[in-house]
């Protein structure tokens, strides 16, 4: 019995140290990338309105994979993870923010489970792993003093909506929506995602533009994590952006009207 109760634990710690040394593999393989100076200031967020890029912006890391494993082995059980594992090689090539990887990672993690689990999972694992990457420049100079704080995440919207708010106090969170599927008098994931098009198409413009509105309101600054595909959205919206780079933050004036 103690032996079935330890081989799980050294199971996941496998895979996290295998998916750690994947990730170090790739860094290696590709060039470190240099980001321009700026001649804009960063400007205050005391009493404004701003937009965040959760995973790269509120957290000093844009991985993914590592928050899919944490839902698969403690919301599900060590065999969801090994499937999820198995298929890393696929989000590697695509890339963990492409829509193909995400809709993959969502599918393998959330396929059959019940939402109180992926719940339970959101409220008391995920939370210490979060605040461990937390960006403390970032949430000391441009989170804490903000008035109003909007979060998007490329995550389904329940693997980070408790932490946010209930932890980070956000105001909104926009994310990706998974369907469920009622079974008798219980209710389970599909692992499909609720919207079509790749974020932040859709769903998250859509959100945005209700929030802003149509008529020319915009966020003050937005927080991003560098080559982030949610950056054109962002300027969009907000009147200017900031570019997080590990612990470094580079302001980008907007021009024009």
């Known amino acids: 019995m103690v032996f079935q109760n330890i081989l799980p634990k050294i199971g996941a710690h496998w895979l996290v140290n295998l998916y750690r040394s ?39 890391s844009r991985a993914l994979f590592p928050y899919f494993m944490l839902v698969a082995f403690e919301g599900g059980s060590f065999l969801r993870a090994l499937l999820l594992l198995v298929s890393f090689p696929l989000v590697w090539i695509f890339g963990e923010h492409s ?18 689990d992926a719940d339970l999972v959101a409220r008391a694992i995920l939370p210490k792993f979060y605040m461990e990457k937390l960006n403390a420049e970032v949430y ?22 408790w932490f946010l708010k209930e932890y980070m106090a956000a105001d909104i969170v926009v994310g990706n929506e998974l369907q469920m599927i009622k079974v ?8 499909l995602l609720g919207r079509l098009g790749p974020l932040p198409a859709g769903m998250t413009e859509k ?15 937005a927080v991003v994590g560098s080559s982030n595909p949610l950056n054109h959205l962002f300027t969009s919206y ?5 570019s997080v ?7 980008h004036c907007k021009t024009g009207p």
Not at 140 to 151: C, E, F, M, T
Not at 238 to 242: A, F, I, M, R, V
């Open 99 to 116: 829509d193909a990887s995400l809709r993959v990672m969502a599918f393998v993690t959330f396929v059959g489970l019940r939402p109180r």
């Open 22 to 60: 994947a990730r170090k593999l790739r860094r290696l393989q590709s060039k470190p990338s240099t980001v321009a100076a700026s001649g804009c200031t960063i400007p205050a967020a005391a009493g404004r309105t701003v937009l965040y890029d959760f995973h790269g912006g509120i957290l000093r």
């Open 207 to 221: 959100v945005l533009r209700s929030e802003f509105g149509v008529d020319g309101g915009m966020a003050d600054v």
């Open 140 to 161: 000391d100079r441009l989170w804490l003093p903000a008035k109003r704080k909007v979060a998007v995440t490329s995550t389904p919207k329940v693997m980070a909506e």
């Open 245 to 251: 780079c590990g612990h470094g933050l580079t302001a």
């Open 184 to 191: 008798g008098r219980r209710c389970y994931f599909t692992g």
């Open 238 to 242: 907000c009147k200017g952006h900031l």
